[in-house]
């Protein structure tokens, strides 16, 4: 840990023992923006150049569309926390190669989007404006909270033929312990935390720990699903991919790598193809 984090993890634990609510509302502020914005790595930048570029507002906010192909069999793609849409490079790639059409977007408070952060509603927001201007997507592929965010949009809509989670939390919850825990926050952290979100990111969302949750309600995804995740995920353990299975059963084909982690993943050439066989069993019989 550096200097700077191990003195703000001190300054708000010091500050919870005495004033547990205002030490919740500095931390919903950590939790609800991004810390930093990752840049587009120099591999990532050819994929990125032949992108059309556009841009949708949600909430006051501007989140930047990257589209590329022919608008024939669209594909969206949906980016984790503290990442961006050049992240998909290799995948958007090999998808045009087979003749899809990928789209994907910079959310809110990420890559060259605009705001300080980004919402699991803001993301549905996004599918659904998104779907209005494409389509129907043959599939959707979300990685960590981008996949969380997919289940969200995906439950009870008929947006997408098929659904792909790459290293996706199964649980809302998860993203608040997980915070609390990598951040060294004392016990006064996570009831004051998820107060904060309930009561100023969510208000007026009725039981949102559990509607936000990808195993809410497996019912309401009517489509075939791939799971895809590391054994060695060292940001959403691989628990949580059990979790998804578990709540899913035979409606999901799983992926299980190794030695890949939780960002290499999305670049690994198996998991790539593996993608790719999945999306294709929705192309129609020539």
């Not at 939390?169 to 990598?182: I, K, Q, T």
């Not at 009831?191 to 559990?210: D, K, N, T, V, Y």
């Not at 309401?220 to 059990?242: F, K, N, S, T």
Request: with cysteine.
């Amino acid at each position: 840990m550096n200097l700077r984090a191990g003195l703000l993890r001190a300054a708000l634990n010091g500050t919870g023992r005495v004033a547990p609510r205002l030490a919740g509302r500095w931390a919903l502020g950590l939790f609800a923006h991004p810390v930093t914005r990752v840049a587009v790595r120099p591999a990532e930048e050819p994929v990125m150049r032949r992108a059309r570029r556009g841009e949708l507002t949600v909430n006051g906010k501007t989140a930047v569309i990257h589209r590329w192909g022919d608008g024939e069999r669209p594909v969206l793609l949906m980016h984790g926390w503290l990442s961006r849409a050049s992240r998909w490079s290799p995948m958007i790639e090999a998808l045009a190669d087979r003749g899809y059409s990928p789209v994907a977007f910079d959310a809110p408070g990420h890559g060259e989007a605009g705001g300080r952060g980004t919402t699991i509603l803001e993301y549905r927001e996004l599918t659904r404006r998104l779907h209005a201007e494409h389509g129907r997507f043959a599939a959707v592929i979300g990685h960590s909270v981008g996949g969380l965010s997919a289940f969200h949009a995906l439950r009870g809509e008929s947006l997408a033929d098929r659904l792909v989670t790459i290293g996706a939390p199964a649980e809302f919850g998860f993203l608040v312990d997980s915070f609390c825990a990598g951040s060294g926050l004392g016990p006064w952290a996570l009831p004051q935390l998820r107060r904060g979100i309930e009561e100023r990111m969510f208000p007026g969302e009725r039981e949102l720990w559990a509607r936000f949750s990808a195993t809410h309600h497996p019912a309401g995804l009517r489509m075939p699903l791939l799971i895809v995740h590391d054994e060695a995920d060292d940001m959403v353990p691989v628990e949580q991919c059990r979790r998804l299975v578990a709540a899913y059963g035979e409606q999901a084909d799983v992926m299980l790598t190794r030695g890949l982690g939780h960002r290499r993943v999305i670049a690994d050439p198996a998991v790539i193809e593996a993608v790719l066989d999945f999306a294709a069993a929705t192309d129609p019989v020539a």
